[in-house]
């Protein structure tokens, strides 16, 4: 407004100069353009939104001259555009629509003559504008406040404005109208026009160059008159805090989080969210701030809570936002939380003082500083071997004498225990924390126990390895009071029936275990002792079979002493006897035929026969044969020590004027020792009646006899003839040729062999030599069973009688007096009757005949052969019939001698026989049969000269051992062979 003020004055002093140059008249004629001086005034350097003023001032030489004829157009931006038309006024205003330099320019003519063109330089400036920020802080959680102001307005002026703050392109606003502004006292302010405040908040933290835009609304159009960019540099929201109740906690712990920001504007509430364990993704979603802490220049977010899975260091993270906009980020921080285990405030502890297995264990587990709303579980490893003995179990309430609850900030668990071995544990409780959406695992817990037993396994070691067939010896120390004590038993794996059991707890407990029947392999024998309280505890111990059959033969014996019997003994090796007339030797060999010992016994003292083994007691070794006591022979059985042949007891029995004898001795199954033998009939040889009966006789022979004894050797029963209150086993020897004459024909009887039965009764086997009339004599085998008490159970006998005789036995209601005691039992003979048959040994059958058992020795054949002896095995029942056999066979070669002495039954459900077979020689022959008595295999042991096998046992290894002689008489030598299950001995 000031600068149109000047202008006017100025025209106005013009305009009186000037004044002569123009009249009312019409101009002079004649005139040139040089005659006239133009000149022109105008605004210059004023604003685009100035209103520019130009005067036109024209000088003539002709003061008289008419300036009613002057004309002008105006061209005010110099495009050669006129702007106006030809007018006679000599003034003109412009507003220009941009800034810049132009040369305004003004044609004269003088009606229609054309005079000149005038040119005057004008700057158009941009007008002046600023913009102003109403709010101090420049963060994004701040409202923006912006105003843009213009100065030298002139009045009327119409201005608008539209804003683009954040300088992307895209107008954050439309036109917006301009704000009239009054001074204090309410007059209006001419010369300065602003912008409507507008508001604005940015969504990131950065420098923005916020632009605008002015236009004038002109009667015609709108005039953009200016722009302006103004830069608003956000900075990060200071201040920000995040806090946790304890950054250093445990896993069961509930960790509480604040976060806070110090600002001044409170006219937006923040929001949080919270990344609690720093894996990026977000906790919880946006919160709002705790509206109970803000003041003018703190705001917080609400107290937040969280229990962390994990023992670890955590980052934890919150971001704060705008509420509303929650992309808009104000700012973020971090706070590392150390999250520890619970180790420290973990107690494990045993309450009971006791240390034994008889002993009930009490577990404490005990987890300190827990907070109410916390559920713990318990389960537990009592013997620490990694497999839990407990499900989980729940904490344990405590409560006061009255059954209150006792807040003590203290988690317990209580659980029993025995335990069933002695051992050092560590006994480990695991402990977890129970919580809606997972269950944490809060770690292992282990308490060093130290438990004694009452039962240790002194031997074997653990792990051995045995050869199959070996004893085990198994000792068991009790440890404690004896009385408390039950009973023991011993297991192997896989099997439900003790192989020991003892009622009687001692301090020290041995016994074995027999691998005989065992395959190779890896097992197992567990110990339970058990207390009368029912504790018990359990021992196991592992060990390994393997097959393993030593072969050898032994170097010869001394001569004229023959085997006469051979055992294994319980430690895997072997006790052979032999005799002859110097004595008895007798040899302990171990298992790989080595000796361990030998022993003689002088003639005087005994000739043995056989010998058993004392399995119950002192594993001894008990002899049977005979002695000679100066006027006849008395059976003698004679107990010596295992380890050495040393004497334990000897016993002599028999009678007056009688030869008796012991051929075989077993163990009875009440711990006494059943002898089988003979005696010999007292009654002598002599003439029936001459007359009647020429050249007829009774003879005396050999009778069977029986003897049992007590485990010491003393007398329980014997059978003999001729003495009060004695009975005597013998054939059937008298028979009546009419009722007051009788026959007197003894026989011979001999016992080979004998069987104890699991019963108690006794099988019995050997030959039997009849006689008839004639003088004729013939052998056969014969067989009975007998009970304990030495009675008659079988119907079978030994007695053989010729065809008819039956009707000159001796009836029971005969008189007899007390010479003999005669009862008939029955009579069946066992064999041919043309042919000569002699047992040696029998066992068991098998069952694959269906008989009861099977004998071994030799028969005289009369058909081709030439009466050579074969080879006999015969299979029967004890009720058979009149032969007696199921099933009979021989085994030899035509025109050869073979016999079997020894027999044994075997493991697969055959049998291994051993005898001789000659060639130019006797060999000695071992052979085996399967259960239907058909042939496997058969071996010629045989060496140079004469040898024999005797006896054949197949051994605990499954192997088989022979005890044969070579020789024969004086020059006999006794020798063991070992073989494997073939039959042969490998090369070593």
Known sequence: MKK?????????????????????????????????????????????????????????????????????????????????????????????????SFNATVSFSVGDSFIGSYSKEIIVEPIGVTVSLKNESTTLLDVFEFQAVVDDVEQGTVLQYKWDYDGDGTWDTGWLSETILYDDLGNLIVDTLSSNVSTFKFTEVKTYASHLIIRETRSSEFVQVGTLTHNVTLTDLTGVTASVASSNGRIIDTFEFVAGFTRSDMSQLPVYRWDFDGDGNWDTGWLDEDLSTKDIITSKSKLTTYKFNEVKTYNSKVQVGVKGSESIILGETTRVVTVSNINADVSVEYLNTGTSILDVFEFQAEVLDVSDEIELEYKWDFDGNGVYDTDWLKETVQTDDVGNIIETGTSINLVDHQFIDADSYVTTVFVRELRSDVNINLGTFGLPISVTGFMNIVSPSPNLEFNIGETITIEIEIIGDLTLFEKLEAYVTGESVPFYVSNTADVSKVFSLETTNFGAGSYDFTIILTTKYGTIQTKSLGFTLKEYIPTFTTALGTAGYELKSLIETYDGGYLAVSSGTAGTKVIKYEKEGAVQWSTDIPAATGIANSVCEDTEYDKGYVLAGWRNNGADQDTWIRKINQTDGSLIWNKTYGYPGVDDGATVIKKSVDDGYIIGGYTYNIWGTGLIDDMLFPGVTWETGYDVRMLKVYSNGNEIWGYNVGYVGQKMWQDISLHKENDFLWVKKMGDQMITDLIVKDDGNYLISGWNNWRLYNGVSQNDMFYAELNNFGEYVSTMTWSRMGSGDFGNMAGEDDPYGTVLNISLIGANHIGDLAEEEISYGFVLSQGGL??????????????????????????????????????????????????????????????????????????????????????????????????????????????????????????????????????TQPVK
């Open 850 to 983: 269906g008989g009861e058992v099977v004998m071994a020795g030799e028969t005289n054949q009369t058909d081709s052969k030439a009466r050579l002896n074969d080879a006999w095995v015969v299979e029967f029942t004890i009720s058979g019939d009149e032969d007696g056999a199921l099933w009979e066979y021989t085994f030899g070669e035509t025109g050869k001698n073979d016999k079997a002495y020894g027999i044994d039954r075997t493991k697969d459900g055959g049998y291994i026989v051993t005898g001789y077979s000659t060639g130019t020689d006797k060999n000695t022959w071992l052979f085996k049969l399967d259960s239907q008595m058909g042939t496997i295999w058969s071996k010629n042991l045989g060496v140079a000269g004469d040898d024999v096998g005797v006896k054949v046992l197949q051994a605990k290894d499954g192997g088989f051992i022979i005890g044969a002689n070579v020789g024969t008489g004086a020059s006999a030598q006794s020798k063991l062979m070992k073989v494997d299950k073939t039959g």
């Open 4 to 100: 149109l003020f000047m202008f006017l004055i100025a025209a106005f002093i013009t305009s009186v100069v000037f004044y002569g140059c123009s009249s009312n008249n019409d101009p002079v004629t004649g005139l040139e353009p040089e005659d006239y001086e133009v000149a022109i005034f105008a605004d210059s350097n004023q604003t685009l939104i100035s209103t520019f003023n130009f005067e036109v001032v024209v000088e003539c030489e002709n003061p008289a001259g008419s300036t009613s004829n002057h004309l002008f157009a105006w061209d005010f931006d110099g495009d050669g555009v006129y702007d106006t038309d030809w007018v006679n006024n000599t003034q003109a205003q412009w507003k220009y629509k941009s800034i810049g």
